[in-house]
C-alpha cells in the first residue's frame, strides 16, 4: 500500500479554466492527478490523504490521525513545503517596510518533517519525500496580489519578483538535505520541471499548481524512481 500526505499538489488541486471569471479562481481535483497515474500506471494501491492548504504541522496532525492505518513494508509518500514558505499577503501590503515571518519558519519545518520521518518509521513503513516543483514568481505574485497593491508587495519583496522563487527554493533544497541526513529517498520532481522550455505551459494560472501537463510530469518522475 501507497499513502500519499500532502497539500493541494499531492491532492490534485488544478484551477477549473470553466470557472475564471472577474479574477476569480476556482479549484478542483482533477482525475489525472500525479498519484492517481501512478497507482493506474503501476497497479498498486494508493491512499491518497492530502489536505488542500496543509503545512508541515497540518500533516504531522492527519499522519497521527491515521498512522494505525500504516502498516509495516508501506510506503508513505510526504510532499510539504509549498503553503509553509507561503506569506500572509496582505500584512505584507499593509507594512512593506515591516518584518514578516512565513506560515512555518525554515528551522521548524525541519523539525517537524523529521518528526514525520520518524512517525513513519516507527511503524516500519518506508517514508518518500518529494521535492517542490518550481515556482513561475511572476504569476504567482499577480495571484496573490489580487485585491492588494502589488507595488508594496513587491518592495516588501526588494523590487525582485524571483524573490519569491529564491524563498522557495530555500524549503526545497531543505527536503534533498533531510534526504540526505536522514537516509530517506528523495523523487526529485523538481528538475523535470526546469528542463521544460515553455514552463509556464505546466501551471495553471496561479503559477504555483502544475496543471494536468504538469501532473503528467510528476508521475513520470514518480514512477521512474522505482516508488512502485
Excluded at 137 to 163: A, C, E, K, Y
Excluded at 178 to 184: D, E, F, I, S
Amino acid at each position: 500500500m501507497v499513502f500519499a500526505f500532502g497539500d493541494s499538489i499531492m491532492k490534485g488541486i488544478v484551477t477549473d479554466s470553466k470557472q475564471i471569471c472577474d479574477g476569480t479562481i476556482k479549484y478542483v481535483i482533477s482525475d489525472n492527478a500525479f498519484m492517481s497515474r501512478v497507482g493506474a500506471c503501476s497497479g498498486s494501491a494508493v491512499r491518497n490523504l492530502s489536505r488542500f492548504g496543509s503545512t508541515i504541522l497540518g500533516g504531522l496532525n492527519n499522519l497521527d490521525r491515521h498512522l494505525r492505518e500504516i502498516h509495516p513494508g508501506d510506503k508513505v509518500v510526504l510532499e510539504f513545503g509549498g503553503n509553509d514558505c507561503n506569506f500572509d499577503w496582505k500584512a505584507v501590503a499593509a507594512d512593506p517596510e515591516g518584518k514578516h515571518e512565513p506560515a512555518v519558519t525554515l528551522e521548524r519545518f525541519h523539525n517537524l518533517y523529521v518528526q514525520m520521518i520518524e512517525r513513519v518509521r516507527s511503524v516500519g513503513a518506508e517514508p518518500v519525500l518529494l521535492s517542490l516543483p518550481a515556482l513561475l514568481p511572476g504569476r504567482f505574485l499577480d495571484f496573490v496580489s489580487q485585491d492588494l497593491d502589488r507595488q508594496r508587495i513587491l518592495r516588501w519583496l526588494g523590487n525582485d519578483v524571483n524573490t519569491i522563487s529564491n524563498w522557495h527554493e530555500q524549503y526545497n533544497l531543505e527536503i534533498f538535505k533531510l534526504g540526505a541526513q536522514y537516509n530517506v529517498k528523495v523523487v526529485d520532481i523538481s528538475t523535470v520541471f526546469l528542463e521544460q522550455r515553455g514552463l509556464d505551459e505546466y501551471y495553471c494560472i496561479d503559477g504555483m499548481h502544475p496543471n494536468e501537463r504538469g501532473h503528467a510530469l510528476i508521475a513520470e518522475a514518480v514512477l521512474h524512481s522505482g516508488l512502485t
